[in-house]
């Protein structure tokens, strides 16, 4: 009988307690909305590179190497020399290596050279390799393949010609050996969208002429560099995978008690934790907001019953007449409260997961950012169940006062 009358109630003021129910249910989306996206972009933070077991750079930070070495931000305190790296890639324990040299430029886009196995060896969100969304792979010394990003921000195609610009911030370009798009990727939502990846030989190439960081005035004819031995002297750094996971601690022990030359090896995951521990702080302010956003529905239906108490004053008398007592008033109002935080909580639910069937394809090409459609968990029990309990905590006051009300002299007479 209560919960027919609470049902009755609500829907003799469908109006305001259908606005009361939509803000409750948009407080709830935003609220799961943020929570979801915050996740997914931990998430795709933590794959932004997977697969590989440790990342060797010179001796400096475990967050400075992996911000230079993938995110391509910043730069190396120093070099690992070749000589080095073969003897690292040497070890019984490596299963695969892959050097990255960095430090050139192409209109504010990092340039890095590798080898051709980095397409095969990098991945990201678990096991996802790159692929190509046209042409193919790195086949003539002056070839180059781009990130998605490059292709959209400069209206690149296959064919078109690039002049890479020596240093980060030079307007010195090495014009005398331009490169060929030989490559698009597809668009990955990691640091390799906004990379211009050329041949570890190419780099070598490319500063022929070149002594300590200025050309000189020699300019060797294309067709005699193409002969000449380009190995690298030195690299900024490489990525390994080791044959057994049980050997990744043993390797990197080793690795940076390295005699001939101070190195530093990290495990991405690790490092990947550690720079989320700086970039995520605001993760929780997103999450108090749109918390206070929920909070916010909640003292608007607070508001709406203190003001439709007067008027209900005629509806509890009645009530009292036909021999409702004022503590079943009371849970009356509590229970009106809690309905409509539920249908409104409820209702969010369902709008946040339509908002995720219909806006992740986008979201995942536009940022990287992969949100999962999983069946409902016990996080958005846990909001729902919240919700309810707030609704009736926030509906007290208002009950109390109805209480008072109906216990007050000459209820009923007015009727």
Not at 161 to 177: C, K, Y
Not at 318 to 338: C, D, N, Y
Request: charged share 15%; proline share 4%; hydrophobic share 50%.
């Amino acid at each position: 009988m209560i919960l027919r009358l609470a049902l009755g109630s609500l829907m003799a003021r469908a109006l305001t307690v259908g606005m009361t129910i939509l803000a409750i249910a948009l407080s709830v989306t935003l609220f799961l909305g943020v929570e979801k996206i915050r996740t997914g972009a931990r998430t795709s933070f933590a794959d932004t590179i997977s697969g590989t077991d440790l990342i060797v750079g010179a001796r400096s930070g475990s967050v400075q190497l992996l911000l230079y070495s993938v995110f391509r931000i910043g730069n190396a305190t120093n070099n690992v020399t070749w000589q080095s790296y073969q003897d690292i890639a040497a070890r019984p324990e490596v299963d695969w290596s892959v050097p990255i040299s960095l430090g050139d430029s192409h209109k504010q886009f990092r340039v890095m050279g590798t080898t051709p196995e980095f397409f095969d060896r990098y991945q990201y969100r678990g096991d996802r390799s790159l692929r190509f969304e046209s042409g193919s792979g790195l086949s003539d010394l002056y070839d180059t393949v781009i990130g998605a990003d490059v292709a959209a921000t400069l209206g690149y195609k296959i064919g078109d010609p690039i002049v890479i610009a020596h240093g980060l911030a030079s307007f010195t370009e090495h014009d005398d050996q331009p490169f060929r798009i030989a490559g698009i990727l597809e668009k990955t939502g990691t640091p390799v969208d906004r990379t211009v990846i050329v041949g570890l030989r190419a780099i070598e190439a490319i500063h022929v002429d070149w002594q300590s960081g200025a050309k000189t005035r020699n300019t060797t004819p294309v067709e005699t560099i193409r002969q000449m031995d380009l190995t690298p002297t030195a690299i900024t750094a490489a990525l390994i995978g080791t044959k057994s996971r049980l050997q990744i601690f043993g390797l990197q022990r080793w690795i940076n008690e390295y005699p001939e030359e101070p190195l530093l090896a990290v495990m991405p995951a690790v490092a990947l934790q550690e720079l989320w521990q700086i970039v995520g702080i605001a993760e929780t302010a997103l999450l108090a907001v749109s918390g206070m956003v929920v909070m916010t529905a909640l003292l608007g239906m607070m508001a709406m019953i203190f003001a439709s108490l007067n008027e209900r004053r005629r509806e509890m008398a009645i009530w009292r007449a036909m021999g409702a007592s004022p503590a079943t008033i009371l849970g009356l109002l509590v229970l009106e409260a809690m309905l409509m935080a539920a249908i409104g909580a409820a209702l969010g639910i369902a709008l946040i997961y339509g908002l995720l069937a219909i806006t992740r394809p986008y979201i995942d090409a536009s940022f990287g950012i992969w949100l999962p459609i999983d069946p409902p968990t016990l996080q958005e029990a846990s909001v729902l169940a919240g919700v309810i309990l707030a609704a009736a905590v926030s509906s007290l006051l208002p009950a109390l006062r109805a209480y008072r009300l109906s216990l007050a002299d000459g209820m009923v007479v007015k009727i």
